[in-house]
């Protein structure tokens, strides 16, 4: 005698379904049940027993082969795993709204600075010293964007002015909207009284230097081993 499938939360239905391959079913419990596969959407399985008997339960009430099974023939049911994606610390987070611009002027999540430390850098493109230090800048943080990224505060005249001074530099890093609230907090906060500035914070927004111009400019080989050591 067949053992039926002892699962509490089984419905009969009553709509017909094609035919499928006969096969003995398990469920989580270990009770089984022989029956062929007519149906399965939305996380759940339709069962037809020899009898005729149709069965209805979510696939996690199957047993794993079982649910391997299902999905095998099944694979848009599937929901792939998505790694979470790192969140900016609460530090640095606090510094910065919840969205910054990228290179092109587009919206993306400041989360995006997560893990790495950042150099805050004032700068403007009527300022002579910032186009002399910039290139310098740009290269340094091309070699080093694996732990290192740069956020443009622009004391340019115009978002025009702002975004075609980071594209005739090659600025591929991140900044603000032209002369924002943000903006203006961040000069505030680390005290800006001329350009070019590059202040250096860790990944948890503590102040590591100051001074990231002259880092920069005088040792590029060594400024992000020292910096995480001061982090």
């Known amino acids: 005698m067949k053992k039926t499938l002892f699962l509490t939360a089984l419905a009969f239905l009553s709509t017909s379904f094609a035919s499928a ?4 079913w398990t ?3 270990g009770s089984t049940i022989e029956a062929e596969l007519v149906d399965y959407s939305d996380r759940v399985v339709v069962l037809r ?16 082969p079982d649910q ?18 790192p969140q900016l610390k609460p530090g640095l987070a606090e510094m ?3 969205e910054i611009l990228d290179s092109a002027g587009n919206k993306v999540s400041r989360d995006e600075l997560a893990g790495k430390m950042v150099g805050f850098y ?9 186009r002399g230090f910039t ?8 070699s080093n964007n694996e732990e290192f990224e740069v956020v443009f505060v622009s004391s340019d005249k115009s978002p025009e002015a702002q975004m075609g001074y980071m594209k005739e530099t090659g600025m591929k890093w991140y900044t603000l909207p032209h002369r924002s609230s943000d903006a203006n907090a961040l000069s505030q906060k680390f005290g800006i009284r001329g350009i070019p500035a590059l202040i250096i914070v860790s990944p948890d927004g503590k102040t590591i230097t100051k001074e990231g ?5 005088s040792n590029p080989g060594g400024a992000i081993e020292n910096w995480s050591k001061s982090s």
Do not use: Y
């Not at 391959?21 to 003995?24: A, D, I, K, Q, Y």
């Open 21 to 24: 391959e006969m096969r003995e």
């Open 27 to 29: 469920s989580a419990q």
């Open 49 to 64: 027993s020899a009898e005729g008997r149709k069965i209805s339960l979510r696939i996690d009430q199957l047993s794993p």
């Open 68 to 85: 391997a099974f299902v999905l095998g023939g099944k694979k848009e049911e599937s929901t792939p795993s998505v790694p979470e994606k």
């Open 96 to 98: 910065l709204p919840r």
């Open 122 to 130: 004032f700068s403007a493109h009527w300022c002579p010293p910032c």
């Open 135 to 142: 290139p310098n800048l740009v290269k340094f943080r091309d």
């Open 213 to 217: 111009r002259r880092d920069v400019s």
